[in-house]
């Protein structure tokens, strides 16, 4: 059923709901890329089922660790998965305008906004619910990927070294793939 529904979709509505969905998720997702993944997760997989949920946190882990904005690099690989390289592009661009135009009229708005008061407070509300989306997007991260005690072992040690300030980020991305593959070698010797 699920090939049925990918099949059925013609070149332009996948290329709609590409950008439909990064349009509207990055309007509403203010801290970013992280925070945006169970939003898309949710569109992508579970409503238009456009891909499986593996292969899109595949794609989620990925664009986290090039170097970039993690929403535009997701909604370039997701885009060239479900439609080629005009997926590619309508999902990155849907992905920056909401983000573009913000930045325009809060520039040409900073000066007047005040300092006090109820634009001030909702504007602080705002930051905690950035916090709940990030929070979110960890746990399902984290559902997905911590299913052994060695990536468990891992991404606590790589927190903990985060929060304390002990590695910058470059190394603990270098040190774990070290480890996954001394991991993958030890695992393929005791299958001999």
Known sequence: ????????????????????????????????????????????????????????????????TLPGVIAVTNASFIGKKVNGTSGMFIAAFAAILPAFVFMLIATVLYQLLPKEGPIYYGLSAIRAISAAFIFSAALTIAKLNLKNIYNILIAFICFIAI??????????????????????????????
Request: charged share 20%; with cysteine.
């Open 1 to 64: 059923m699920e090939q049925q529904e990918k099949t059925q979709l013609s070149y332009w509505q996948k290329n709609w709901i590409l950008f439909k969905i990064y349009f509207v998720t990055s309007l509403f997702t203010f801290t970013g890329g992280i925070a945006m993944l169970s939003a898309l997760k949710r569109e992508i997989c579970d409503k238009h089922r456009l891909m499986a949920d593996e292969e899109f946190y595949n794609y989620a882990a990925i664009s986290q």
């Open 163 to 192: 929060i304390f300030g002990l590695l910058d980020a470059i190394w603990l991305i270098i040190i774990a793939i070290v480890v996954g593959i001394l991991l993958s070698f030890k695992q393929k010797r005791g299958e001999q």
